[in-house]
């Protein structure tokens, strides 16, 4: 019994410095903050350019509606966006200089699709250290039918995008997708069409 007195008597100390110790360093703490903003029903209203083809450039309005099923996924449920063609001085040439029908050219006249979002990065940043500024970055893959001059056509698209919250019912997002376009017939071939958009986007439906 005196053994075992002297023995806690001896480790007392380190056991009360142990315990100071853990206190002041609790070890490896990793805190992750709930998201200030979140999204729900959300509708887009779109302003974009079709920047890839050598004998037009593409100027066209979307209008466009997505379900956040959770903060990580959403599913763009449809998008449609009609097409102004902007002729460049290519084309110009060729059909002031060589007689090219203006049929020649495939032209995207209006579109419609849907897309599945992953989102899987949520961010806030300083701003000249006066604001702090949230946004989410995403993924996105999906299926486009166009309209071309010649026809109808359809498309696998991928791309990404960005959002940057302005209020809980206001965002501005920037998307950047590519859509093969699958042949149709005898002659035709397959296309890429890239879209670059800039958009405001309006969130309803939110509990936060």
Excluded: C
């Amino acid at each position: 019994m005196h053994r075992v007195l002297v023995l806690v008597a001896a480790l007392s100390p380190l056991l009360a410095r142990a315990q100071t110790e853990e206190l002041e360093n609790p070890g490896s703490v990793s805190a992750v903050q709930e998201r200030a903003f979140r999204m729900q029903h959300e509708l887009d209203l779109v302003l974009g350019v079709l920047p890839l083809d050598a004998f037009y450039k593409g100027l066209y309005g979307q209008v466009a509606y997505t379900f956040h099923f959770t903060d990580s996924f959403a599913w763009q449920v449809g998008r449609a966006g009609w097409v102004y063609a902007a002729k460049t001085g290519l084309r110009e040439q060729l059909e002031r200089d060589f007689n090219v029908v203006p049929t020649t050219f495939e032209e995207v006249q209006y579109f419609a699709g849907s897309d599945l979002m992953w989102k899987p990065i949520y961010f806030k940043l300083a701003w000249l250290n006066r604001a702090v500024v949230h946004g989410e970055l995403w993924l996105l893959l999906g299926g486009t039918a166009f309209k071309f001059t010649n026809g109808f056509r359809p498309g696998v698209n991928v791309g990404g995008g960005l959002r940057l919250f302005g209020t809980k019912n206001v965002s501005f997002r920037l998307d950047l997708t590519d859509t093969v376009v699958m042949p149709t017939g005898v002659g035709s071939s397959v296309l890429n069409v890239m879209t670059l958009t800039a958009g405001l986007a309006i969130n309803f439906g939110a509990t936060e």
